[in-house]
């Protein structure tokens, strides 16, 4: 049996109205649920992000359920599991981006109503934004959302990079950052954690000046 699959798009941001996930009592294996995080409008890169997981506390019982999620293309699925529509009832969500030491990195929070017959409305309501299409390119490996507006939101090539900063290159660092740390390189003279001796420069405050070797000049009393 083919899944029907619903794309959705999560708010790490958490304004707008909250998404509410409508499911029915025994639906584990007939949907799947395809969640867009995004923070501001934009698409949240996927880079570091090495497990997602979406936590559900029922508001009838104690036990939590914690549902592995499936990254595949810079799209998270959560396919519902059987204890998770066991029962008709509310569950509080969210869904939980996780990096590689288990520390989270962005959590979306959503409802989902599991109800105990048919429902008729749509799979998803008071979502943040509506998703009509979703474009893969191929060749330059990137992903285009157009929302029911017929605005756009682009995400990062998979093969994207930055590259180092330079005297003329902005990077992870701009340029203009980078030929202020290597200026200051001209201010050291030596490691002194290492062998030799290392030279100081005067220091001059007014008329005062500070020799390296402790001499001081040009200081007057009155």
């Known amino acids: 049996m083919s899944l029907i699959t619903t794309t959705v798009s999560l ?11 409508h499911l029915v009592r025994g639906d584990s294996g007939t949907r799947t649920f395809n969640f867009i995080p995004i923070s501001g409008g934009q698409m949240i890169s996927l880079y570091g992000v090495t ?5 559900a506390q ?7 359920l914690l549902i592995d999620c499936t990254i595949t293309g810079g799209l998270i699925f959560m396919v519902p599991t059987a204890a998770l529509v066991a029962n008709a009832g509310e569950w509080a969500a969210q869904l939980v981006l996780l990096d590689s030491g288990n520390q989270t990195l962005h959590s979306m929070p ?5 109800h105990g017959t048919v429902y008729t409305g749509d799979a998803i309501e008071h979502t943040n934004t509506t998703v009509t299409e979703i474009r893969w390119d191929s060749t330059y490996q990137y992903m285009t959302i157009v929302l029911a507006d017929g605005s756009t939101i682009t995400s990062p090539a998979m093969t994207h990079t930055h590259p180092k900063a330079s005297a003329t290159v902005d990077g992870f ?4 950052h980078y030929s202020k740390l290597v200026s200051y390189d001209t ?9 030799g001796t290392p030279t100081f420069y005067n220091a001059t405050i007014g008329s005062v000046t ?3 070797d402790g001499t001081v000049t040009g200081l007057k009393f009155t």
Do not use: C, N, R
């Not at 958490?14 to 998404?19: F, S």
């Not at 497990?51 to 936590?55: F, G, H, L, P, T």
């Not at 959503?110 to 599991?114: A, C, D, E, G, N």
């Open 58 to 64: 029922s508001l009838y019982t104690d036990d939590p």
């Open 110 to 114: 959503f409802t989902i109503i599991v």
């Open 210 to 212: 500070i020799a390296h």
């Open 187 to 195: 201010w050291i003279d030596q490691d002194v954690s290492q062998d």
């Open 173 to 176: 660092l701009s340029k203009e």
């Open 11 to 21: 708010d790490a941001q958490k304004t707008g109205d909250q998404v509410t996930m």
């Open 51 to 55: 497990a997602a997981k979406v936590q």
